[in-house]
């Protein structure tokens, strides 16, 4: 009898083969048994399956076109046929099967365990191992702990690790065959196997594996000469040690078993050998952490590298919690650029893309380069921030050089696209510095890490201002106190944003160095400004208009705009001044 267990689409159906030969294929009808498939890759008669004397199995693929390939690697080409031992594994089209020896399979009423392993439960405090009074040289326990070594030497993302494995089941415990198996929902799966001698072609005890499963234990048994199975025949003994994830599930067994004919120890499996296996188990359980680890870090580090810097990414990968949300300052940019949108009507859409991915690029660079955070991008905007994850004690001054570099790149942009621009590039920025929300803004299968709060919502109509001031980059009152009187910068005005309660001191940052000429401009509009908020408006007027003198072609547009509110002002009675700019549009 035998067993086969059909897979297809998270489906999974035990069929018995009594007796003959069973036919599996799309085609309800014929004379031989037969399982239907549905399968519209399967052909009609695709494939005979045919139990042979000794435990054999033959399989013959009745298709005229279709292959079917068997998990070892060989390949049943149209019109082959071939013997086998079960278990064996198979794929059909989209369907796997796998075909297991059934008759009188051992008793778990005689299966035996040892001491649960201890699993993922490092803080467990550690115990002698039993050796229930069985004499041990120190010589072999030597050789055992030398092979453990050159096992776990082997690297967990490979193959050779579960050969190794096998193989030290074999040369290090002292059975006849070893395999390292994994559990899947349609059954086990051989990931490795290792004989003694070339001809022990045995299966593995489905019982044994399903209790080690289930009990999470190991166990082994010694069965009796009447109840060896075809799919085990001639073995003696049989031990399997579960191997656990880091949730202390069974992802897989180490598996070993002695044959009947085999010398040297005898059959029986004593409970040294036993413990012995359960610590193979364990190196598994292991080394597929270890992978696991190094995948996780390889993950974060590529999540990492494409919002911070590289050295920033290390510091993350050491210490995973920086990420945690936490109330701290920051500062924050936004950029936008300005009429991107004329200009893609005006491109196709690959060059439209093009420009948007070079300028992006190249203001990414100007970000990271100066320490800073890339949070997002939006069509033709970015946000970034200073401060987090890790600390900045400048962060002001860090992102106020970053925006004077964004800006400064836009020519280099116009001259590489020249051709093919119908009018200039222009950025706006916009800056501020307050506390703010700073973790994980996405959800927990896509990773976002950014700032959230009232500081990023300010930041981002501070950039929407620069269209309506006429000023490429704008900060806030407090980013421009963190200065320290680096910068050349001005204040434009006092002003309501749309959406944000309260009143703010907008500046426009200049640059790093200014010439004595810009200060003394500076130094007279800001003169102006306070004689306009303290509603002396024609002085302010007087004051102003020195500015626009000698600028017929390229007037200060702040100037202009101050210009205009005092001579609305001067038109009619003020019976209720505000000197606030109220900024409408965002």
């Avoid at 559990?183 to 044994?208: E, I, K, M, P």
């Avoid at 012995?276 to 990492?304: H, I, N």
């Avoid at 800073?372 to 600390?391: I, K």
Wanted: hydrophobic letters at 40%; aromatic letters at 6%; glycine letters at 8%.
């Amino acid at each position: 009898m035998l067993l086969a267990y059909v897979s297809h689409k998270n489906h999974t159906e035990k069929v018995v083969i009594e007796r003959g030969s069973l036919v599996i294929g799309r085609n309800p009808q014929g004379p031989t048994p037969r399982k239907v498939l549905p399968d519209p890759f399967v052909s009609g008669d695709h494939l005979r399956i045919e139990e042979l004397p000794g435990g054999r199995i033959r399989l013959e693929n009745l298709s005229r076109k279709v292959t079917v390939n068997l998990a070892s690697g060989e390949v049943l080409l149209p019109g082959d046929l071939r013997e086998v031992m079960p278990p064996v594994r198979m794929t059909l089209g989209e369907t796997v099967l796998q075909l297991e020896g059934a008759d009188d399979e051992p008793e778990e009423q005689s299966l035996q365990t040892i001491a649960r392993p201890l699993g993922p439960r490092p803080n467990q405090t550690l115990s002698r191992l039993p050796l229930d009074n069985e004499q041990i040289s120190a010589e072999v326990l030597a050789r055992w702990f030398e092979g453990l070594v050159s096992v776990q030497r082997a690297s967990a993302s490979t193959g050779e690790f579960f050969r190794q494995t096998a193989r030290a089941v074999v040369e290090l415990i002292g059975l006849d065959c070893g395999l390292v198996l994994q559990h899947r929902a349609d059954g086990w799966n051989v990931l490795a196997r290792h004989d003694a001698n070339a001809q022990n072609d045995a299966g593995y005890s489905r019982t044994v594996l399903d209790r080690v499963y289930r009990e999470r234990q190991t166990y082994f048994q010694d069965p009796s000469p009447g109840s060896a199975t075809r799919s085990l025949v001639d073995v003696g003994a049989v031990v399997a040690a579960p191997v656990l994830d880091e949730q202390g599930q069974v992802a897989g067994a180490v598996y070993g078993a002695r044959f009947r004919r085999s010398g040297g120890f005898g059959v029986a499996i004593r409970p040294l050998e036993a413990q012995l296996m359960q610590v193979l188990a364990a190196s598994v359980s292991a080394g597929l952490a270890r992978v696991q680890s190094e995948a996780d870090t390889a993950r974060r580090r590529v999540q990492f590298e494409q919002f911070f810097s590289p050295e920033l990414a290390r510091e993350l990968d050491r210490d995973p919690n920086l990420l945690d949300g936490r109330e701290r300052e920051v500062t924050i940019l936004f950029s936008d650029l300005r009429g991107f949108s004329r200009h893609s009507e005006r491109l196709d859409p690959r060059d439209v893309c093009l420009l948007a991915q070079d300028v992006m690029d190249r203001l990414t660079e100007r970000v990271r380069e100066f320490g800073g955070t890339v949070v997002s991008y939006s069509g033709d905007g970015m946000m970034a921030l200073w401060n987090a994850p890790a600390d900045q004690h400048d962060h002001a001054v860090l992102a106020c050089r970053a925006a004077l570099a964004m800006q400064a790149e836009m020519p280099v942009v116009e001259a590489a696209w020249k051709d093919r621009l119908a009018f200039p590039l222009r950025l706006g920025v916009g800056l501020n510095t307050g506390r703010a929300l700073v973790g994980n803004t996405g959800s927990r299968s896509k990773f976002m890490y950014g700032p959230q709060g009232h500081a990023v919502n300010l930041a981002s109509r501070v950039e929407g201002a620069t269209k309506q001031l006429g000023s490429p980059i704008l900060i806030t009152e407090s980013t421009n106190a963190q200065l320290g009187g680096q910068f050349a910068t001005r204040r434009l005005c006092r002003a309501r944003v749309v959406g944000i309660d309260g009143c703010v001191d907008l500046y426009e940052l200049y640059a790093t160095v200014a010439d004595d000429a810009w200060r003394a401009e500076r130094d007279t509009y800001e003169s102006g400004l306070t004689l306009y908020e303290a509603g002396r408006w024609w002085e302010a007027c007087r004051t102003l208009y020195a500015l626009l003198a000698g600028h017929e072609t390229n007037y200060d547009l702040p100037t202009l705009t101050l210009v205009g509110r005092c001579i609305e002002c001067l038109k009619g009675p003020q019976t209720s001044f505000d000197p606030v700019f109220v900024l409408g549009q965002k």
